[in-house]
C-alpha cells in the first residue's frame, strides 16, 4: 500500500488514504513522486464542474509532478480529473512513457513542479502562440499568479524591451515586481463568481467590480512605454478589454484564462481599428513533442536560476489544509506537495 491524497466526492476536501500500488501496464512507468504542485486545474476537476464532466471517484488529483523513474528525474503529466484513472499526489503514480521529460542536472524538483504546465503556457502563449520578437513591449495580465510570473521572466528571456504587469493584490503586485516587471498597475477588487475557470494564476475567480474600461485602459497606458505589442491575458473580462485599448495597430491579445470573467467588453471600434489580433491558447491543444521541449526549456532555465515562481512546499500530511486554502482563494502562492 501507498499515501495519497484521494478525493471521495466532487466539492469536498480531500483526504490522505491508503492506496493499493499502482501496477504499470503495456506503455507504462511507474513514477515514484517527489512533488506534485495543486494547480487550478486539479481545484476545477475535483469540483466536478469542469468541461471533463463528472471524474471518475474515488480518484488521486494531480494533472502534473516531478519524480524518478528509471533512475532519472523526471516531470510527468497525467489525465486525473480529465480522464478515469490516478495523477500525481502519490507516493507512486503511473504515466505513459513518452511523456517523461528528463531534467538537467541541477534541477530542484520543488521549483520545476512550481513552474511545471503553467510555465509552459506562459512560454507557449508568448512564443509560439505570440509570437513575440526581440525589443517589444508586453503587457502581463495577472502577473502575480504562477502563469503571470513565469510570463514576465520568459519575457525578458526572449528579448522583450519592456515588460508591464497587472494583478489584483498587493502580494500579487510585489510578486510580479520581484519577477522582473518594469511596471505593474492595481487592478480593482474583484467579486467572485461561481464556475470561472482558468489556467491561469488564482483558483479564485471573480468578475472586477469596476467596469471602468476607459479607467483601467489609462492606467496601462500610462504605465507603458508606448503603444504594446502583446498582452497575455489569463483573465479576460474587463482587463482583457482594457489591456486591448494599449495595443499598437496589428498588436496581439493570447488568452489562456477566465479568472476574471467568462466575457469580455471588448468593442467592435477597438477591434477593427487597429486591426488587432486575438488568440486563444490551452496547454490541452499543445503536441506532445511541442510540450516536452517547452518543459526542457523551462527545466533549464530553472536549473540555471534564470526562472521561478513563488511556491510553498507542503507535506503530504498537511494536503487537505493546503488544498482548502487554494480553493478559497487565501493565498495566491502556488502549493507544492512533498511526497519523497
Given at each position: 500500500m501507498m499515501r495519497a491524497l484521494q478525493i471521495d466526492e466532487c466539492g469536498r476536501p480531500p483526504a490522505v488514504a491508503a492506496r493499493p500500488e499502482p501496477v504499470p501496464g503495456?506503455?507504462?512507468?511507474?513514477?515514484?513522486?517527489?512533488?506534485?504542485?495543486?494547480?487550478?486545474l486539479d481545484l476545477l476537476c475535483a469540483t466536478g464542474t469542469s468541461y471533463f464532466g463528472l471524474p471518475a471517484l474515488p480518484y488521486v488529483p494531480g494533472v502534473q509532478g516531478v519524480g524518478s523513474a528509471g533512475g532519472r528525474l523526471v516531470w510527468f503529466p497525467t489525465a486525473a480529473g480529465m480522464a478515469p484513472g490516478d495523477g500525481s499526489m502519490a507516493e507512486l503514480a503511473l504515466a505513459r512513457a513518452e511523456d517523461l521529460v528528463e531534467l538537467p542536472e541541477g534541477a530542484d524538483p520543488f521549483a520545476v513542479a512550481a513552474?511545471?504546465?503553467?510555465?509552459?503556457?506562459?512560454?507557449?502563449?508568448?512564443?509560439?502562440?505570440g509570437e513575440l520578437a526581440a525589443g517589444e513591449q508586453v503587457l502581463?495580465?495577472?502577473?502575480?499568479?504562477?502563469?503571470?510570473?513565469?510570463?514576465?521572466?520568459?519575457?525578458?528571456?526572449?528579448?522583450?524591451?519592456?515588460?508591464?504587469?497587472?494583478a489584483r493584490s498587493a502580494a500579487g503586485l510585489d510578486r510580479a515586481r520581484q519577477a522582473g516587471a518594469d511596471a505593474v498597475v492595481p487592478l480593482p477588487p474583484a467579486v467572485p463568481t461561481p464556475g470561472s475557470a482558468s489556467d491561469g494564476p488564482d483558483p479564485a475567480a471573480g468578475e472586477l467590480a469596476s467596469g471602468d474600461v476607459d479607467g483601467l485602459a489609462r492606467r496601462f497606458a500610462d504605465a507603458c512605454d508606448g503603444p504594446v505589442d502583446l498582452v497575455l491575458d489569463p483573465l479576460?473580462?474587463?482587463p482583457a478589454a482594457a489591456a486591448a485599448r494599449t495595443l499598437r495597430p496589428g498588436g496581439r491579445l493570447v488568452n489562456l484564462g477566465s479568472a476574471a470573467a467568462e466575457t469580455c467588453p471588448l468593442d467592435s471600434a477597438t477591434l477593427r481599428s487597429r486591426s488587432l489580433r486575438v488568440l486563444g491558447y490551452t496547454n490541452n491543444e499543445l503536441p506532445r513533442e511541442r510540450r516536452a521541449a517547452a518543459v526542457a526549456h523551462v527545466a533549464e532555465q530553472s536549473a540555471a536560476g534564470r526562472l521561478a515562481v513563488t511556491h510553498e512546499v507542503v507535506p503530504l500530511d498537511q494536503a487537505a489544509r493546503a488544498w482548502h486554502g487554494q480553493t478559497s482563494g487565501a493565498s495566491g502562492v502556488r502549493i507544492v506537495l512533498d511526497l519523497g
Open positions: 503495456p506503455g507504462l512507468e511507474l513514477v515514484r513522486v517527489v512533488a506534485a504542485p495543486i494547480t487550478p513552474l511545471g504546465l503553467s510555465a509552459v503556457a506562459a512560454y507557449q502563449a508568448l512564443t509560439w502562440r502581463v495580465l495577472g502577473g502575480g499568479g504562477a502563469v503571470g510570473q513565469a510570463a514576465i521572466q520568459l519575457a525578458r528571456l526572449a528579448g522583450a524591451r519592456r515588460v508591464v504587469a497587472a479576460y473580462g474587463v
